[in-house]
């Protein structure tokens, strides 16, 4: 494989974990590797990206400290015309959604989003990506191109660990006339509602709880059985739960717990990306293909309603 | 003044599906059609700012593909779009989002609008990149991921928040014209009325092809794709243990479950 450029992520100044998955994706795929990091305090990032394999750090300096996609994308497709790589690895997160398309589509480069496994078949790069609601796995390659653009999903690959001194350069980002302004930072407020990554047992009810004054039945059996309730997203957009119990990508993570029952959560990726790590997760859901399954440790085909009721009056019993 | 909206007919599988012979997609017998979830977002953030003008404020909705595809944007045009379009052409089969892009572009340069809306990303595919591959390639300002907007039909300059990751938002503000991608949430997407739906089959879906948008057929297809399906397979398994048994059987284990977690 030849040269792999990864470009790493920061926000208010700290350096984003998916750009040390990023790097271990990279290493997976053996060949030199360059890590790119830009902003305008990018050095600060150097130590911590200072990883085994890599071999060159490049810190792209930009007139501001955080992400704006123009300068963003300018600064990438400069750095893919001087060091021409074989792969440049994003992650698909919400900055790569600003500029990865534009870029991808003006340089003409092999392009796939949201890919989860990178190999090399003889000659041929794949990238394999989920679609219809991650029932199917898709292969994707790119006949042709002489530089292919991933973003990757977050939490798949194992961060890369270790420490290296790999060489480091320091370069100007091109002058960018900037259309937008990016501004402050907005935190949702939990006001005095408990912060759900703090919490250890969790009953999560999604789209199968159906309309909004089904929902007491859950508040109900989640203080019977001791647990948090917390919601997948269109409960939260539908205003049943406040925003600040919303499980998901982005929502919260459910960072300390460790029992998680699903109900009525068919599994979307974001949501999973909020709980997927949790040590015991149940889910209930009538679809037996839905895809909490896949990371659930015990599932039960059913009627959540159903469930629900059977299961307050066990613990009540 | 003028909204373009980019909406997609979305597939979602049935539930015993087939991979095709081919093994490149779902056998099409198996797919289920429907207006993808985010587009009613973006349409309805279109009607707020119609409706919320004095002005005369004109939302036209643009979808790419066959015939079967008029049924989501008579949706669209029963919701208070004032008109559609479709771009098709058989060459167009098998094209990815940087083609609907490079289309969707012709159609921006024909239309002229002052503002173009489109989903963050289509529930089948997800790849979550026509909207701005299409700022792209129009080389306009852009935003992805809004969640919130305040926007004046013609101005020079809009307000608005982009949802990141962990429940935190940034307030943004960029000059118009502008593509903007359009997140779940931002708003309370309305239901058809009677009325609008016996409206909307008064109302026009204008078909586009290459040659009425300029577009070599060259530039469209799985060749002019910057990726190509290898082939599409249904993943192992997951690992979750099942709990069979009745309702009260399955409760039981759950309570097992439940105070095995609270003990340890």
Request: hydrophobic share 45%.
């Amino acid at each position: 494989m030849s040269k792999i450029l990864v470009i790493a992520e920061h926000r208010q100044g700290e350096l984003r974990p998916v750009s040390l998955e990023l790097i271990a994706a990279a290493q997976g795929l053996g060949g030199p590797i360059t890590v790119a990091v830009i902003g305008a305090n990018a050095q600060a990032f150097v130590p911590a990206l200072s990883l085994p394999g890599v071999d060159e750090i490049l810190t792209v300096a930009s007139p501001f400290a955080e992400f704006n996609p123009e300068v963003q994308e300018a600064a990438v497709a400069a750095l893919i015309t001087e060091l021409a790589p074989a792969v440049v690895l994003l992650g698909h997160t919400v900055d790569s959604l600003a500029y990865a398309a534009a870029l991808a589509g003006k340089l003409g480069l092999g392009f796939a989003s949201d890919v989860f496994k990178i190999e090399c078949q003889g000659s041929d790069l794949v990238a394999t990506r989920a679609a219809y609601s991650q029932k199917v796995n898709v292969e994707v390659d790119f006949p042709g191109k002489a530089t292919v653009l991933l973003t990757v999903r977050p939490a798949v690959f194992k961060p890369a660990e270790g420490s290296a001194s790999p060489a480091t350069r320091s370069i100007a980002a091109p002058a960018v006339t900037t259309t937008s302004a990016p501004g402050e930072y907005i935190e949702i407020a939990s006001g005095n509602d408990i912060d759900i990554t703090t919490v250890d047992f969790i009953l999560s009810v999604g789209r199968g709880v159906g309309e909004e004054a089904n929902i007491q039945q859950f508040r109900d059996l989640a203080e019977t059985a001791g647990a948090t309730l917390c919601c997948s997203r269109p409960i939260a957009d539908s205003g049943w739960l406040p925003k600040s119990r919303q499980v998901g990508q982005s929502g919260k993570v459910a960072s300390n717990c460790g029992l998680y029952l699903a109900m009525g959560i068919s599994g979307a990726i974001q949501h999973l990306a909020g709980m997927k790590h949790v040590g015991t997760i149940v889910a209930v859901n009538t679809d037996p293909e839905a895809s909490i399954f896949s990371v659930a440790k015990y599932g039960i085909v059913g009627d959540m309603f159903e469930i629900g009721e059977a299961l307050k009056e066990a613990l009540e019993g | 003044m003028k909204i373009l909206v980019a909406v997609k007919q979305v597939a979602a599988l049935d539930e015993d599906f087939e991979i095709r012979a081919d093994g490149l997609d779902v056998d099409e017998d198996f797919l289920l059609f429907d207006l993808n979830e985010w587009d009613d977002y973006s349409l309805e953030e279109a009607m707020k700012i119609k409706e919320a003008s004095s002005g005369d404020v004109e939302v036209v909705v643009v979808s790419i593909g066959p015939e079967r595809v008029d049924e989501s944007l008579r949706k669209c045009l029963a919701k208070g779009a004032d008109r559609a379009l479709r771009v098709w052409d058989d060459a167009i089969e098998g094209s990815d989002s940087s083609v609907m892009a490079r289309l969707l572009a012709a159609v921006v340069r024909k239309e002229a609008p002052d503002m173009v809306f489109a989903g963050v990303q289509s529930s089948d595919h997800a790849f979550a990149a026509t909207g701005i591959g299409l700022a792209g390639e129009l080389g306009w300002p852009h935003a992805a991921v809004v969640n919130a907007l305040d926007y004046a039909p013609g101005a020079r300059q809009a307000s608005l928040k982009r949802e990141l990751e962990g429940g935190v938002s940034q307030s943004v503000t960029l000059q118009c014209p502008a593509v903007l991608t359009i997140q779940l949430g931002i708003n309370t997407p309305r239901y058809a009325s009677l009325r609008g739906i016996k409206q909307a089959n008064a109302k026009p879906i204008d078909v586009l092809g290459l040659g009425d948008l300029g577009v070599a057929a060259s530039t469209v297809g799985v060749d002019a794709s910057l990726s190509r399906v290898r082939r599409m397979y249904i993943p192992p398994k997951g690992r979750a243990q099942m709990i069979e048994g009745s309702p009260d059987q399955q409760a039981a284990r759950l309570v097992e479950i439940i105070r095995e977690f609270k003990g340890a």
